[in-house]
């Protein structure tokens, strides 16, 4: 489901892929279109077989956990998730203003545009400690430039969340840029996520001011013991503000570093800084339905189902369900490739057979709710399938337990599934059969 050199190709009949912007072990990225909007998109797509061998699944689910949760105007923005059983497609807000980095590989920036990248660069950073989120490669690479020239933060592979915090309240990976890394960092000790960023950004202050790095060593042994003891000196351009804001950041303790909201109130910082708002998180998981071509029952479609709810379920060893809102009632899953129209009949079908009273959903005609005829312990069975679209050629079935004993919710699972099988391409948990 990747592009070839020359050729225009859709996925998921939404979004049509266009050049290759980047790659790395396990992804690449194109710049695509919305066919709906017209909208330029960035799509990333990760290979699962690979990332699974590699023992990296944990990390790119943190990678999309964390980016569901930090939605500022100055990172960049996640936009859909979709999947298939071979590759994960993250839909990503496409930034084309390039790396921050190539701007001051001409050389140093003017005092006011360092100013406002930096107010933006703390902005972002701040609300993402406020969601419990530390970044750990904070580095020019990785901070993007919209047309407006705009900040926006990138790549969350090395990010942190509060659940992989030690007994002692500490991280313990060492993991970032060398010569943007916290001193706690490096010495393999436990540190706070939140301060060492911000020892990071006191680098990126000082690289955006001079056009190179405090703690520059061709040895690398060398610009370690430079960070140890924060030893670096100013060019004689750096105005007082910015040197007091500077030798509050880069300090060695990471308990005396300056915090976040002492940063807003610095003097150099606070000349004309007006806080970004922050982007209201939709709580809805379901995403507007693709239209389906041989539609039987009318023209609209089913919800597409949240490729979150899908990984999660679909995929062994690749669990995010800890990870949101959504709990569901006892029930199961299974896809099939056949259009939405035909799973709904077979349902309709195989309900009736099995002597269960049928209604379609007032609200979704792709919900349908099944009702035993004779009580059981705790009243009647009562049961509801409602089906996904994942892609268009992939529908996902929902089964729910709205009402009865769980035993017999669990018979009715066992005598669903021989009237299925000729739909079914796998129920959750088991391999598929194509």
């Not at 269960?356 to 009243?379: A, H, P, Q, T």
């Not at 079935?397 to 299925?420: A, I, Q, W």
Request: proline share 4%; net charge positive; glycine share 6%.
């Amino acid at each position: 489901m990747e592009p070839n050199a020359g050729e225009s190709h859709i996925i998921f009949g939404k979004y049509e892929m266009g050049k290759l912007l980047g790659q790395g072990t396990f992804a690449k990225v194109y710049h695509a279109r919305d066919s709906v909007t017209a909208e330029s998109v960035a799509v990333k797509v990760i290979k699962t077989e690979q990332v699974r061998k590699q023992g990296f699944m944990e990390q790119i689910t943190r990678e999309i956990a964390i980016m569901r949760l930090v939605r500022h105007p100055n990172v960049v923005q996640l936009k859909e998730v979709m999947a298939t059983k071979t590759k994960i497609f993250l839909v990503m807000e496409y930034v084309k203003g390039g790396e921050l980095f190539a701007k001051i590989a001409k050389g140093r920036l003017k005092e006011d545009s360092a100013r406002k990248y930096f107010q933006q660069l703390i902005s972002a950073i701040d609300y993402c400690h406020s969601r419990g989120v530390s970044h750990r490669d904070l580095k020019p690479e990785n901070l993007l430039l919209d047309e407006n020239e705009n900040l926006k933060i990138s790549d969350f592979g090395l990010s942190a969340l509060p659940e992989q915090l030690r007994n002692d309240g500490m991280l313990h990976t060492q993991c970032g840029t060398p010569a943007y890394v916290a001193p706690e960092v490096l010495r393999r000790k436990g540190y706070d996520g939140a301060r060492a960023d911000i020892w990071s950004c006191g680098v990126i202050l000082y690289v955006l001011l001079a056009g190179c790095l405090p703690f520059q060593e061709v040895n690398i042994m060398h610009m370690y013991k430079k960070i140890f003891k924060a030893e670096y000196e100013f060019p004689p351009w750096f105005s007082a503000d910015s040197r007091r804001l500077i030798s509050k950041l880069l300090v060695v303790d990471p308990s005396q570093r300056i915090t976040v909201p002492e940063i807003m109130r610095a003097p150099w910082l606070s000349k004309v800084f007006k806080t970004p708002i922050p982007i209201e998180v939709q709580e809805n998981n379901e995403i507007k339905g693709l239209s389906e071509k041989s539609m039987k029952r009318s023209k609209s479609s089913p919800p597409f189902y949240n490729a979150f709810e899908f990984i999660s379920s679909m995929s062994s060893g690749f669990d995010l369900s800890g990870m949101f809102e959504t709990h569901r009632k006892s029930g199961s899953l299974f896809t099939s490739k056949f259009s939405a129209s035909t799973v709904m009949d077979k349902l309709e079908s195989v309900a009736k057979k099995l002597n269960f009273n049928i209604s379609i959903s007032k609200k979704n005609e792709y919900k349908l709710k099944m009702r035993g005829v004779s009580e059981g312990r705790k009243g009647k069975l009562s049961v509801t399938a409602e089906i996904f679209e994942v892609a268009p050629e992939v529908a996902v079935v929902e089964f729910s337990r709205e009402g009865g004993d769980t035993l017999e919710y669990k018979k009715f699972e066992e005598d669903v599934r021989p009237g299925l099988q000729d739909i079914v391409w796998s129920w959750q948990g088991e391999d598929s059969n194509g």
